[in-house]
Every structure is written in C-alpha cells, then in structure tokens.
C-alpha cells in the first residue's frame, strides 16, 4: 500500500461550502450527518430540496425518540448521533439512490490508533464524522496535516489538532 501524504484534503471540499448550524442550537451532528452525505456522494450533488427532506428526516427521527428538545439545547451523544446517520443514511438511499455505509472506528483498536484509521479512511475518500468532546463539538473531518485535522465545519474549515478525542465514523460511498 502507497503511504498517504503528508498533507491532504478530500477533493469533495473544494468544490462545495458546509452547510451552516444555526447560531441558537446544538444540531451540529445533524449539520455534520448532512455535510458527510453531501461530500461523500460528490461527484454527485445534492439539490436543496433533497438536503431540506434529509435535515427534516433527522430532525423526525429526534422528535420520535424523544431527543429534540435536549439536543436542541444541549447537544447529542455519539450513540444517538451514530442512530440518527443511519436513519438519514436509510432514507437518502430509499427514496434517491445515494448509496452510502457508515464505518465505526473499530471498537478493538486502541484510542491512539484512531489517526491511523482516520488517514486510511480520508485517503480512501470518506469524510469523516467526528465528536470533538473539548470542543462538545460534532464535525466533519475531511483531511489532515503532520499536526492537524481539516474540518469541514459548520463554522466554516478550520483545524483542529490531531489525536485521540472522541469517537467517529466514515460515510463511505458504495460502488
């Protein structure tokens, strides 16, 4: 296997911009959920109205489970946020054809393994959803320098340092 470069970024994100959080909730994982998707299917976009449905599919998907209001103002913990991608992941290929599979950090791999399998997976094309538990924060990784992840964020790209944080998975695009 070649080793990834030194510096990279998913080729997706130049040609698109994050979809924005608003300035007054906590649905950063479902802005992330929905930004991975996005990059994830590129070359393939996404249309408005299709993102509109997918974002109202997770907002119904925490309103049945009882979630809403707590994340709206407090956030979302990994397994609810990990639930809810699969839902929007079981709709977008339902009702138009995006095909794609989330990919979990294996369990079995020590923490500090992570930057490892994040490098194999961004290399290999898949974003990344991440929880930045310093930040209490949910962000789509999308590259990578010797210090430093490439965030795709809500706040617009930005870095953040590279090492064990929290737990994440790669939207992978089915061929």
Known sequence: MVRPAARYMLAAA???TPRRQG???CLCGLYSILNALRLAA???RISADVQAEL???GVTYLNRHDLLNTVLVGGICYDNLRNMARF???KAERRHRIKVT????PKKLPA???DEWMIQQLWAGAPIVCEYMVQAHVAVCIGWTPRRWIIFDTDGRRHVRRGPDGRCFAVVTQT
């Open 42 to 44: 590129y070359p393939r």
């Open 112 to 114: 500090a393994d992570r």
């Open 14 to 16: 130049e040609h698109m």
């Open 102 to 105: 989330l990919q979990e950090h």
């Open 88 to 90: 929007i992941v079981r």
């Open 23 to 25: 300035e007054l909730d």
């Open 55 to 57: 974002f109202a599919a």
